[in-house]
């Protein structure tokens, strides 16, 4: 940051640091403290305050009526909507006073909706976005969309709001049942399914309708509905989803294109290729999911951050 960055400060603004980065624009009322850092190109509104310990990165907007407590970082590009309330001591008494503050991290990107209400020592993580409103008392997972109180994760970012039924028949499935999925390598398959009086049967045979040989299984149970599994990709391990009881969605991503699926029927599977990133969610409280998979267990073919992620599918992306 230049010693002597050039920044607009409104007649009425009040700030104390030296601190501010070139083209940010402080408006009425503002008061930032003398220890805080702002970044470049802010726009920090109305009646804001920001306190010593604080730190904002660069193209941050700050909405009018936020208060920024000591502890709290914005990194690159986050927007924080109009009276959004951060805190920064989990038992608050009047003039006691922490000798150490929790520390609460807003990733690059991410977005606080208005009024949202934000727990101390927790991080947003990168693009997720607080719903207005919304009271969070967790740590927010990349990518995610929460609402309420307590804030749980409703959906995710890039995939439009909508997710696919895959029980649900389309034009472009081969007569085998499967269909591409818009993300790369992922595909739908529809398995055999046999009904009769006595119930009904569905099967899969390797590498005709499971387009791998399976080396492996493993079944997941007993989620509760808030929580979230997957959150990663594979190197080189290929994998099968099939909900045999219940709902869970699905999320698959390329690095580019993100879709969401609902998985609610034992007849239906997802192809998840290597180096796809897979999160499920939304498990009914029934919900029995079956993976299969490629190889045995290997914790060096994963991949469990995003970021590293993206670099390895994409080296010139650009967050």
């Known amino acids: 940051m230049p010693p002597f960055a050039q920044f607009f400060r409104h007649p009425t603004a009040i700030v104390e640091t030296d601190a501010v980065g070139e083209g940010t624009r402080i408006w009425a009322f503002a008061h930032i403290l003398p220890g805080a850092r702002v970044g470049a190109d ?98 927010v997972p990349p990518d995610t969309i929460v609402t309420g109180n307590p804030a749980q994760i409703v959906g995710y970012v890039g995939t439009g709001g909508k997710a696919v039924d895959v029980t649900t028949p389309l034009a472009e499935e081969t007569e085998a049942g499967s269909r591409p999925s818009r993300v790369a390598g992922v595909s739908i398959h529809r398995l055999p399914l046999v009904p009769d009086l006595r119930g009904s049967l569905t099967f899969g045979e390797a590498r005709r309708h499971v387009p791998f040989e399976i080396k492996r299984y493993f079944l997941v149970f007993d989620v509760p509905g808030m929580h979230i ?91």
């Open 229 to 319: 599994r997957g959150e990663h990709a594979h190197r080189g391990l290929q994998q099968f989803l099939i909900c045999v009881h219940g709902t869970c969605h699905a999320v698959v991503d390329d690095g580019t294109t993100r879709e969401e699926y609902v998985l609610n029927h034992p007849s239906v599977g997802l192809y998840v290729p290597p180096m796809c990133w897979c999160v499920q969610y939304k498990y009914s409280p029934n919900a029995v999911l079956l993976v299969l998979a490629s190889s045995h267990y290997d914790d060096s073919d994963y991949i469990r951050d995003y970021s590293e992620f993206l670099k390895l599918v994409n080296p010139h992306h650009s967050l």
């Open 42 to 139: 802010c726009n920090i509104c109305d009646h804001t305050f920001i306190e010593n310990d604080v730190v904002i990165g660069d193209r941050v907007t700050i909405k009018s009526g936020v208060q920024l407590w000591d502890g709290v970082t914005l990194e690159d590009d986050v927007f924080v909507g109009p009276n959004a309330t951060f805190t920064n001591d989990p038992f608050p008494r009047s003039r006691q006073y922490q000798k150490t503050l929790p520390r609460t991290l807003v990733r690059c990107h991410a977005s606080i909706g208005a009024n949202a209400t934000i727990l101390p020592g927790l991080t947003i993580d990168e693009r997720a976005m607080v719903g207005a409103g919304a009271v969070v008392t967790k740590c």
